[in-house]
């Protein structure tokens, strides 16, 4: 995957737009590559080759995470002038070129001023998993994730090794090819340049000292929320070498404190087993703030107990995701009282409030996350091949009940639907009775749907004496057509039910939207026993026409691509604290 030479604007117009998730061909793909991956991955793990083929000792390990500090034999985290420490995370970023590529180049400025705040580019940008959707391809990653960043961020010197550095960990869609590719871009021997930024990646995790007490740990947890074990022994090694009331930003792919309601999530346990590595050789270390993408919203808890911040910021540029069913408490016990998330001693999550407005840490609102919503009503307009790929499901009982009459095929569509949505929905909510009676009511109303059809033909259309074939084509095109129509009606109302008052589905419902906004990522900045992070949002994404060549590229704006309007960062809360707090 080489440097490409910036497109013109004309070859612009050619590059990605948001996934269609809906897509029939693109569905048939990914359950073919995730049954492929999941299958594959537990019998060829690429972490454990790559693990398996670094000869590099403990000694050598905990040296390479040291390595960047100032004065260091890769030195790369300089420090400002006031002797902080700047970071940068972001998640969930290789989609449609405009929102990669917009929150790239406001990244990618020597300085950024949001507010009353004046920030500065990260030494470091953490990647938090989903580098590119939808599925791992070379052209995937090259236009959806190589050129946005190589051009909002040109590399100032292609012969240098120096300059800000870039560290990943992938998301389920890298793990899509059994994490081939990422290890190949990420972890590459000569050493990748991403526009302006440095790898010196070695494995899918990875563990940086960012200053002498303050550390950062990145975890791979596959697809099945696992931590392999060469990846414990890795952290354990890095633990022993860290000093025992050592600092930790804790990253992970997904944010288990929001899965906490499906019984068969396991990444919050991936949570608790680091930290539990983390503990058991620096009694005394704290992890004050835990980042995670994974969902393509922002939204900020605090543990009841600890303190400690839990921030989920997904907005790299994938569909943007609801906010409105976020809770106030989120139980980590699961029901269970006595279950407590170790490392923190938190039973409970409490949503947390900016502390300028009193409003709920979420981005986008509760309010703006329901308004949103209505638009899923739309479905059979914005997913039109979905929409006629279930026309033609009905066309098929119409098949069945030129045979059987349409009464009949009616209780077959009926048990079919109920089965089909049952199992659609189990697969990603669980077996709750809300789910069985949602599948049942979804398809009564499609069985209703098609007899109703049926009718309106005999009754608009009259079969023809002695024209059987004429009378089965002309019924089966009516179910085909106005079924598809129907039917993809019905499915955005399923999904605006389910989201709307039953708490299930929300990432179908926005998916099938597809909505280009509430773009974000987190700027940290490191000093002391404090880090302060910036929540910075970008409520608006540029149209694909609204790109222009940049005149006069300089430090404040180094994108090959500048929009007219310009970009308009903001904060989208106030600045938070985390700090480690001085042990009892």
């Known amino acids: 995957m080489p440097i490409q030479k910036p497109a013109t604007l004309d070859e612009l117009a050619r590059y990605p737009r948001m996934t269609r998730w809906f897509g029939l061909m693109l569905l048939i793909k990914l359950a073919w590559r995730v049954a492929i991956a999941e299958l594959f991955g537990r019998f060829a793990d690429g972490r454990l080759m790559v693990a398996a083929l670094d000869k590099s000792t403990e000694a050598d390990l905990a040296a390479a995470a040291s390595a960047h500090l100032p004065g260091g034999p890769d030195e790369a985290f300089t420090l400002d002038d006031d002797g902080a420490l700047w970071i940068d995370f972001v998640a969930d970023l290789g989609d449609g070129f405009d929102a990669t590529f917009a929150i790239a180049s406001l990244m990618a400025r020597e300085t950024l001023a949001v507010g009353e705040h004046a920030t500065r580019r990260g030494r470091l940008l953490v990647m938090g998993g989903d580098e590119v959707y939808p599925l791992a391809s070379p052209e995937n990653y090259q236009q959806r994730l190589r050129d946005p960043y190589d051009w909002a961020f040109p590399d100032p010197d292609p012969e240098s090794d120096s300059g800000p550095l870039v560290y990943a960990i992938p998301g389920n869609h890298d793990w899509y090819d059994g994490l081939v590719l990422f290890l190949g871009l990420f972890t590459r021997r000569d050493r990748l340049h991403l526009g302006g930024w440095r790898s010196r990646q070695g494995r899918s995790y990875f563990a940086l000292q960012l200053t002498g007490d303050w550390w950062l740990w990145a975890v791979d947890a596959q697809l099945d929320n696992t931590i392999d074990q060469p990846q414990r022994d890795y952290f354990s090694a890095i633990a022993e070498a860290m000093e025992p009331d050592a600092h930790v930003i804790l990253c992970g792919p997904e944010p288990g404190w929001l899965y906490t309601r499906d019984p068969d999530s396991k990444s919050l346990d991936v949570y608790d087993l680091i930290g539990d590595i983390l503990r058991a050789k620096c009694p005394m270390a704290q992890i004050p703030l835990v980042l995670s993408g994974d969902t393509h919203h922002y939204s900020r808890y605090i543990g009841a107990t600890s303190g400690v911040q839990f921030v989920t910021a997904g907005g790299g540029g994938g569909f943007l995701e609801a906010t409105h069913h976020l809770k106030d408490e989120i139980a980590i016990n699961r029901g269970d009282p006595n279950v407590e998330l170790g490392w923190s001693a938190d039973k409970k999550l409490l949503h947390a409030y900016d502390e300028t407005t009193g409003r709920p840490a979420a981005w986008p609102s509760r309010a703006e996350s329901l308004a949103m919503l209505r638009g899923v009503l739309a479905f059979a307009v914005l997913n039109p091949g979905f929409a006629a790929a279930l026309g033609c499901v009905y066309a098929l009982f119409g098949l069945i009940a030129l045979g059987i009459g349409h009464l009949s095929a009616a209780v077959v569509a009926l048990i079919v639907a109920t089965a089909s949505f049952q199992d659609y929905t189990r697969r990603q909510e669980g ?11 979804n398809g009564a109303a499609h069985s209703l749907a098609f007899v109703g059809l049926v009718e309106i033909f005999l009754y608009y259309a009259p079969l023809a004496p002695n024209e059987a074939i004429t009378n089965a084509a002309m019924l089966l095109a009516w179910l085909a057509l106005a079924g598809g129509a129907v039917a993809g009606t019905l499915f955005g109302v399923y999904l605006y039910i389910s989201s709307r008052w039953l708490d299930i589905g929300h990432v179908d419902a926005f998916s099938a939207m597809r909505r280009d906004s509430h773009r974000h990522f987190l700027r940290l ?50 600045p938070f604290v985390a700090r480690a707090t001085v042990p009892p």
């Open 525 to 574: 900045r490191i000093k002391g026993d404090e880090v302060t992070v910036y929540p910075i949002g970008l409520a608006r994404t540029p149209r694909r026409n609204e790109w222009r060549g940049n005149p006069a590229p300089s430090p404040a704006e180094p994108s090959t691509f500048v929009a007219d309007p310009p970009l308009e960062a903001q904060l989208i809360e106030t």
């Open 431 to 441: 077996s709750r009775a809300r789910v069985k009676l949602l599948s049942l009511l």
